[in-house]
């Protein structure tokens, strides 16, 4: 997967709390290259998601941001962050095509530049974080992440690099990446997984150990859903009568290397509550014992602060 990206910003600084960033123009081409045997592997899944995630395309669109962020460097106080993203794209393509009777592709129906299909979407999240801090070395961090993607207009399918997903080490710790959901469904195959809506949370409690070495304890929980009922990823899709038993839950402990002007990471974590298992045996802290504790945990390795 290469993509070339041209992008024109933006950056406004209203007072030292609040930031903006406008990018007006954002252009993205996507080139995908499969080999033979993993392309037959995806014409048999015959599903149109993931066929539209692993083709050409083009990206053309426009971002706004905002931050909000209290914390003063070497004051210690609770610290309060969010961040808002709204992303349209495809829409000045599609009016122009529309306008001046351009004629769709005869092979996928949709309208072209330099011989692939545009993308066209709107894209809102959000990420609040709230850190209450004790000392220098010892914070609980409460966050919250939520975000939807619309594809209409010359697509209906939501595009890979703007999906939502779960799982990794700034995510679900107890999960690999894109292997949550969506919602309730077990997936049959081991394609990353994704969605267009997202719900997912954190809590985190750091606390010092000696000198440089800090621990952590955390609770992390999500999970990514689609937006309308498909046949072949039954629970995948996102109802308000069930959404909130489809949460995927991990916990664990971290341990920390503060250098000062870097950090490095080690966290462990286990799955508690596993929402592709049927509904009623979705806790699975109960198959976890001291013999197996090592093989159900997953470890991840990182540079800085999760969040």
């Given at each position: 997967?290469?993509?070339?990206?041209?992008?024109?910003?933006?950056?406004?600084?209203?007072?030292?709390?609040?930031?903006?960033?406008?990018?007006?123009?954002?252009?993205?081409?996507?080139?995908?290259?499969?080999?033979?045997?993993?392309?037959?592997?995806?014409?048999?899944?015959?599903?149109?998601?993931?066929?539209?995630?692993?083709?050409?395309?083009?990206?053309?669109?426009?971002?706004?941001?905002?931050?909000?962020?209290?914390?003063?460097?070497?004051?210690?106080?609770?610290?309060?962050?969010?961040?808002?993203?709204?992303?349209?794209?495809?829409?000045?393509?599609?009016?122009?095509?529309?306008?001046?009777?351009?004629?769709?592709?005869?092979?996928?129906?949709?309208?072209?530049?330099?011989?692939v299909?545009?993308?066209?979407y709107?894209?809102?999240?959000?990420?609040?974080?709230?850190?209450?801090?004790?000392?220098?070395?010892?914070?609980?961090?409460?966050?919250?992440q939520?975000g939807?993607?619309?594809?209409?207009?010359?697509?209906?399918?939501?595009?890979?690099?703007?999906?939502?997903?779960?799982?990794?080490?700034i995510?679900?710790?107890?999960?690999?990446?894109?292997?949550i959901?969506?919602?309730?469904?077990?997936?049959?195959?081991?394609?990353?997984?994704?969605?267009?809506?997202?719900?997912?949370?954190?809590?985190?409690?750091?606390?010092?150990?000696?000198?440089?070495?800090?621990?952590?304890?955390?609770?992390?929980?999500?999970?990514v859903?689609?937006?309308?009922?498909?046949?072949?990823?039954?629970?995948?899709?996102f109802?308000?009568?069930?959404?909130?038993?489809?949460?995927?839950?991990?916990?664990?402990?971290?341990?920390?290397?503060?250098?000062?002007?870097?950090?490095?990471?080690?966290?462990?974590?286990?799955?508690?509550?596993?929402?592709?298992?049927?509904?009623?045996?979705?806790?699975?802290?109960?198959?976890?014992?001291?013999?197996?504790?090592i093989?159900?945990?997953?470890?991840?390795?990182?540079?800085?602060?999760?969040?």
């Amino acid at each position: 997967r290469n993509i070339s990206t041209f992008s024109l910003s933006y950056a406004y600084r209203r007072n030292p709390k609040i930031r903006h960033f406008i990018y007006p123009v954002e252009i993205n081409f996507v080139s995908v290259t499969t080999t033979e045997a993993y392309q037959q592997r995806l014409d048999s899944l015959n599903d149109q998601a993931i066929l539209y995630s692993y083709s050409d395309h083009l990206i053309s669109s426009g971002r706004y941001s905002m931050t909000y962020n209290n914390q003063f460097i070497g004051l210690i106080k609770n610290i309060f962050f969010f961040r808002f993203n709204f992303e349209l794209a495809g829409n000045t393509l599609y009016m122009y095509d529309k306008i001046t009777g351009a004629t769709p592709s005869a092979t996928t129906g949709n309208y072209q530049r330099f011989g692939v299909d545009y993308a066209q979407y709107v894209r809102p999240d959000i990420d609040l974080r709230y850190y209450q801090v004790f000392s220098k070395y010892a914070q609980l961090v409460y966050r919250l992440q939520a975000g939807f993607v619309r594809p209409y207009g010359n697509n209906t399918e939501v595009l890979f690099e703007k999906a939502f997903f779960c799982g990794g080490s700034i995510d679900n710790r107890a999960f690999q990446p894109y292997t949550i959901g969506p919602g309730g469904y077990k997936p049959t195959t081991t394609v990353q997984q994704f969605g267009s809506i997202k719900l997912a949370f954190n809590f985190e409690h750091r606390f010092d150990i000696f000198k440089m070495l800090q621990g952590a304890a955390f609770i992390d929980g999500g999970n990514v859903w689609l937006r309308n009922p498909d046949p072949q990823r039954p629970l995948a899709d996102f109802q308000i009568n069930r959404f909130y038993k489809e949460f995927a839950i991990g916990g664990g402990l971290g341990a920390r290397l503060n250098f000062n002007f870097f950090i490095i990471r080690l966290d462990a974590a286990i799955p508690i509550k596993d929402p592709s298992q049927p509904d009623g045996q979705r806790f699975v802290l109960d198959q976890i014992t001291w013999g197996n504790v090592i093989s159900r945990s997953t470890f991840n390795l990182g540079i800085g602060y999760p969040f």
